[in-house]
């Protein structure tokens, strides 16, 4: 199988817009909250403007009225609807200082910037993947099971994990296995939570290691093992000879 993050997100923005900011690099360790992108804001700027500009002119006429229908010169009717149409105005302000705050693209959680699809100039719109971000402190491996030995793992199972670039194995607990089969290659989807280690890295190759028996064996060091000619000899000692 693969290491991957438990953790990843490809972050896209929500609107569209020119590029204007993008103060990550591939490797940069980000905070939630940090600014991973920033999007031309202009043209939203200006629409916010205008809806604050028609939610003042709102909030007057409110006013207005309110001392009006008091002196009883309008109708509750008249009264109402200018109302109706003051948080209106208010509804259209909230929708656009969203949308403004929608064009600073930030990280959704603590982590490292793995790859980057765009850079300054570059147009940004819904659905077009920005920046790549990973957790490395939580790591697993993802591991295709054939169907012969899917029935000898299970969930919360501890399995021995060896990985190429670590000299000792790992341990690792199933967290996740597929309900069903990949139709193509036959196999079961696992994911195996690994524990943390310095040498560890997403995209490392890794082999978990499935029991699917037990067996009894008398072992002896090598050392103890004498060799002639073709023979292998080993000396038992019983009572001190």
């Known amino acids: 199988g693969t290491v991957r993050a438990r953790l990843r997100a490809v972050v896209e923005a929500k609107v569209s817009g020119r590029l204007e900011k993008l103060p990550v690099v591939t490797g ?10 920033e999007l031309d804001a202009r043209e939203i700027q200006a629409q916010l403007d205008q809806a604050l500009a028609m939610r003042e002119q709102a909030d007057a006429d409110l006013q207005r009225y309110s001392t009006l229908l008091q002196q009883e010169a309008v ?29 600073r693209v930030l990280a959704p959680f603590d982590g490292v910037v793995t790859r980057k699809y765009v850079d300054v100039g570059d147009l940004a719109a ?44 790992l341990e ?18 696992a994911k195996i939570d690994l524990p943390a280690n310095p040498d560890l890295r997403a995209g490392l190759f890794g082999r978990a290691g499935i029991p699917v028996g037990q067996f009894s064996a008398l072992r002896i060091p090598a050392a103890a093992v004498v060799s002639r000619g073709q023979l292998e000899i080993v000396f038992v000692v019983e009572n001190n000879q």
């Open 172 to 189: 690792g607990v199933v967290s996740e296995i597929a309900p069903s089969a990949d139709p193509n290659s036959r196999t079961f989807l």
């Open 28 to 37: 940069q360790s980000v905070k939630a909250g940090d600014l991973l992108a």
């Open 126 to 169: 819904p659905g077009r993947p920005l920046i790549e971000v990973e957790d490395p402190a939580n790591l697993r491996l993802e591991a295709n099971i054939p169907e012969a030995l899917i029935g000898h793992i299970r969930q919360g199972m501890t399995l021995r994990v060896r990985i190429a670039t670590i000299e000792q194995d």
């Open 75 to 103: 109708t509750r009717a008249e009264y109402d609807a200018i109302q109706a149409r003051q948080r209106v105005a208010q509804g259209a302000v909230s929708e656009a200082e969203t949308m403004l705050a929608h064009t």
